[in-house]
């Protein structure tokens, strides 16, 4: 497989504006998730889909965040009016829930700063 | 919600040497529980994971030991070598397609 995909790998911003990350999951990989990873920090949960349904979201994902995955395979996030505080490395990673026990597979993220 | 905790937070050994790291969770409705290795710049790559029907799984130089009764999981790495060097987190999930809880994350060094 070629593994999840992550773009951009870099994002430098202002404050106040918006931003999209795609992600492109591993093929046949049935569930994509978001994770927010600050510095020194382990990664935190934001979101899941299976297919295109979104099924959990984190109460870290606030109303400024917004996660789609309109035909089941690749997914966008995006955070309108940036703020500081959402300076942070976004994971993607997908899994199967149909062959077994898979595990989750991550992308090398997209690392966002907000000047 | 789970929890996952970790020590140490930083680890040191001369190369040859083995590693431990420890881990305690919260919720008795985690039975799945992954080890991720990272390297500066990349995402966390799966090492070796664990289920809570077994006690211990070994992997060539790694190796995981798992007390459900205890809520307690640890990672073990024999003869490190310099390329070991990363931060490894542990984490927990009720299954590997749920969300994972990772734990705060340990930076190994291996000295040469």
């Known amino acids: 497989d070629t593994g999840v995909s992550q773009d951009p790998r870099h994002k430098i911003t202002k404050r106040g504006q918006n931003v999209t990350f795609r992600c492109d999951p591993i093929s046949e990989h049935n569930r994509l998730y978001w994770y927010r990873q600050t510095l020194g920090q382990g990664p935190e949960f934001l979101t899941y889909f299976q297919n295109e349904a979104q099924l959990e979201k984190s109460r870290l994902l606030s109303d400024r965040f917004s996660a789609e995955r309109p035909k089941g395979s690749f997914s966008t996030l995006e955070i309108q009016r940036t703020e500081q505080g959402d300076s942070a490395m976004y994971l993607c990673?997908?899994?199967?829930?149909?062959?077994?026990?898979?595990?989750?597979?991550f992308g090398d993220g997209t690392r966002l700063s907000i000047l | 919600g789970e929890n996952v905790e970790q020590h140490p937070s930083t680890l040191s050994v001369q190369e040859g040497d083995s590693a431990v790291i420890k881990c305690t969770y919260s919720?008795?409705?985690?039975?799945?529980f992954p080890w991720y290795k990272q390297e500066l710049g990349k995402g966390p790559q799966l090492i070796i994971d664990i289920r809570s029907n077994v006690g211990e799984k070994k992997d060539q130089r790694i190796a995981v030991t798992l007390n459900k009764t205890a809520k307690h999981f640890s990672l073990h790495i024999t003869e490190t070598q310099p390329e070991d060097s990363a931060v490894y987190f542990c984490a927990a999930a009720e299954t590997s397609y749920d969300k994972v809880i990772f734990g705060p994350g340990t930076s190994l060094s291996v000295i040469p």
């Open positions: 919720d008795s409705a985690s039975n799945y």
């Open positions: 990673a997908s899994s199967r829930t149909d062959a077994g026990n898979q595990p989750q597979h």
